[in-house]
């Protein structure tokens, strides 16, 4: 039987991170979702500890503040969990050899393009969610050079849709 393949998956209760958990992953893989009670993202300490806890080949981060309109009078929980924690994870992943994936948003962008977006154009976030949501890509790409960013409109899934 093969080694186990383990992969941290934050943001495990909501839309992405339930449609992660029910993906038909090969035995091998295991899947660890631990919840905010269980893993506070935001807080260097239990990061490290969770990637002492087990050996991550990959990291996907589909944790995130989404409440975009409340993120304008939220600030510092909307950066908090959009920015810092995306950087923290991506260190951490980057120091122990993980891949890392991390899950944005159109958001970063401003809408006035006429034709579709593409990953090199400019961003110009319009509030402070798209904002908080641009800064953590920065720092994860800062962090773990070989990080993929995925950049996500209008996720639907069984459980819901935004």
Excluded: C
Excluded at 96 to 115: E, I, N, Q, R, W
Aim: charged share 20%.
């Amino acid at each position: 039987m093969a080694e186990p393949v383990h992969i941290l998956v934050t943001g495990g209760a909501g839309q992405v991170g339930l449609a992660l958990q029910r993906v038909s992953w090969p035995a091998e893989v295991v899947i660890h979702a631990p919840d905010r009670a269980e893993l506070d993202i935001t807080d260097p300490a239990a990061v490290a500890d969770a990637f002492a806890r087990a050996p991550f080949a990959a990291v996907i981060n589909a944790a995130a503040y989404t409440a975009v309109d409340k993120a304008e009078t939220d600030r510092e929980a909307a950066f908090a969990v959009n920015a810092t924690a995306p950087g923290l994870l991506a260190a951490a992943a980057a120091r122990s050899g993980a891949a890392m994936l991390h899950v944005s948003t159109d958001y970063v962008f401003d809408g006035a393009k006429p034709t579709p977006y593409v990953e090199d154009d400019a961003t110009g976030p319009l509030g402070v969610y798209g904002a908080s949501k641009l800064a953590g890509e920065k720092a994860v790409l800062a962090a773990h050079p070989r990080a993929v960013v995925l950049r996500t409109a209008w996720v639907l899934s069984p459980d819901r849709a935004n």
